[in-house]
């Protein structure tokens, strides 16, 4: 049985993988949901608001900007909310590189605009902050625990680091409740396109259908723990229902190559990946993320969190998803 709360509950990235599927999980929790969306998202719904479009007249969707200070004021002066999940972000690593600038304005500053505001107007708000598994970057131990060294390799790693550090001084400095998830990579079927398990899994699905002869990637010996966002979006409502705030890995311990995903996604659609895949430099990155597995104890004993899915499912599924969508 599902304890039902008349709680509200903000997230900023709602439009995400992550953000969607936070809020069908708030929903069904009973939680009055709302979510920060860009004035243009409500001008091309179809597009822009695809992953909530199902469960859209269930939410309380208000226009704003990370960028901006003051929508952010307006909001928090107009709606009281239980728990802030901050989810948005230039979330895409390689971009990052492209255009440090813009990723280091949009990640520090909007989680410091937010943090700032909640602390103005409603200090009992729980927030949520989505830290990544790229803090550790070239890592210093393995597996990686709340305590290992960060090490960030890209402008989005240095841009999460200063958002987990800006909310651990919002909790030390005026005692908000302000919880860090390290999270590590975590996929599913509405994967953005430009990251690489999506990346391969529609790749497979055009190949199979006949509307593509290949796949061009970058280093296929990179290593990542891969997840199902599904399973971690329990985790950031876990962190927020704690006596105290804390910082928390969510990893499933295991960590496999892009190499091995592809083969695994290729085989899902009875195809060798040897053949149809190609190595090309254009995606390698500057600096790369060798290897990435986590040690999540701490949420296993205090949040009582556990990963359902495996990574073999998780590949089945996009696979099969995205070759559904082919028809
Ligand atoms: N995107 C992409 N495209 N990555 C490729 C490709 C390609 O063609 N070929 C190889 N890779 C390698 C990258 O070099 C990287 O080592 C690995 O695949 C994973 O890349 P992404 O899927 O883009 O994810 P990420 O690990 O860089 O970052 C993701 O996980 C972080 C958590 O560790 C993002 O979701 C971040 O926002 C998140 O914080």
């Given at each position: 049985?599902?304890f039902m709360?008349t709680k509200?509950?903000?997230?900023t990235?709602?439009?995400g993988q992550?953000?969607?599927?936070?809020?069908?999980?708030?929903?069904?929790?009973?939680?009055?949901?709302?979510?920060?969306?860009r004035?243009?998202?409500f001008e091309?719904?179809?597009?822009r608001?695809?992953r909530i479009l199902?469960?859209?007249?269930?939410?309380?969707?208000?226009?704003g900007?990370?960028?901006?200070?003051?929508?952010l004021f307006?909001?928090?002066?107009k709606?009281?909310?239980?728990e802030?999940y901050?989810?948005?972000?230039?979330?895409?690593?390689?971009?990052?590189?492209?255009?440090?600038?813009?990723t280091?304005?949009?990640?520090?500053?909007?989680?410091?605009?937010?943090?700032?505001?909640?602390?103005?107007?409603?200090?009992?708000?729980r927030f949520?902050?989505a830290?990544?598994?790229?803090?550790?970057g070239?890592?210093?131990?393995t597996?990686?625990?709340?305590?290992?060294?960060?090490?960030?390799?890209?402008?989005?790693?240095?841009s999460?680091?200063?958002g987990y550090?800006?909310?651990?001084?919002?909790?030390?400095?005026?005692?908000?409740?302000?919880?860090?998830?390290?999270?590590?990579?975590?996929?599913?079927?509405r994967?953005?396109?430009?990251f690489?398990?999506?990346?391969?899994t529609?790749?497979?699905?055009?190949?199979?259908?006949g509307?593509?002869k290949?796949?061009?990637l970058?280093?296929?010996?990179?290593?990542?723990?891969?997840?199902?966002?599904?399973?971690?979006?329990?985790?950031?409502y876990?962190m927020?229902?704690?006596?105290t705030?804390?910082?928390?890995?969510?990893?499933?311990?295991?960590?496999?190559?892009?190499r091995?995903?592809?083969?695994?996604?290729?085989?899902?659609?009875?195809?060798?990946?040897?053949?149809?895949?190609?190595?090309?430099?254009?995606?390698?990155?500057?600096?790369?993320?060798?290897?990435?597995?986590?040690?999540?104890?701490k949420?296993?004993?205090?949040?009582g969190?556990?990963p359902?899915?495996?990574?073999?499912?998780?590949?089945?599924?996009?696979?099969?998803?995205?070759?559904?969508?082919?028809?």
């Amino acid at each position: 049985m599902q304890f039902m709360s008349t709680k509200a509950a903000f997230i900023t990235g709602i439009t995400g993988q992550d953000g969607s599927y936070l809020a069908e999980h708030l929903l069904d929790l009973g939680y009055e949901v709302h979510g920060l969306i860009r004035r243009v998202a409500f001008e091309q719904p179809e597009a822009r608001l695809a992953r909530i479009l199902k469960i859209k007249d269930r939410l309380h969707l208000h226009s704003g900007s990370l960028e901006s200070y003051p929508s952010l004021f307006q909001i928090f002066a107009k709606q009281k909310f239980d728990e802030c999940y901050h989810l948005a972000a230039q979330s895409f690593v390689a971009e990052s590189f492209a255009d440090g600038f813009s990723t280091m304005s949009t990640n520090i500053n909007g989680t410091h605009y937010l943090l700032a505001a909640l602390r103005e107007l409603q200090p009992k708000c729980r927030f949520y902050f989505a830290g990544s598994s790229e803090m550790f970057g070239k890592v210093h131990e393995t597996p990686q625990r709340e305590t290992t060294i960060f090490h960030p390799r890209s402008p989005y790693g240095v841009s999460k680091v200063a958002g987990y550090y800006l909310t651990m001084n919002y909790r030390e400095a005026y005692n908000l409740f302000a919880a860090n998830g390290i999270l590590f990579n975590h996929e599913g079927p509405r994967r953005g396109v430009e990251f690489v398990t999506r990346k391969i899994t529609t790749g497979v699905a055009r190949i199979a259908r006949g509307q593509s002869k290949e796949l061009r990637l970058g280093n296929l010996e990179a290593r990542r723990d891969w997840g199902d966002s599904r399973d971690y979006v329990r985790a950031m409502y876990l962190m927020l229902q704690q006596e105290t705030s804390d910082d928390f890995v969510i990893a499933t311990g295991e960590t496999h190559s892009v190499r091995e995903f592809c083969d695994l996604a290729f085989r899902e659609a009875g195809l060798d990946y040897r053949d149809f895949v190609k190595e090309d430099e254009m995606f390698y990155r500057p600096a790369e993320v060798d290897l990435l597995v986590g040690d999540a104890t701490k949420a296993h004993k205090i949040l009582g969190w556990k990963p359902e899915r495996t990574f073999p499912q998780l590949v089945s599924e996009m696979v099969q998803a995205d070759l559904a969508r082919l028809g």
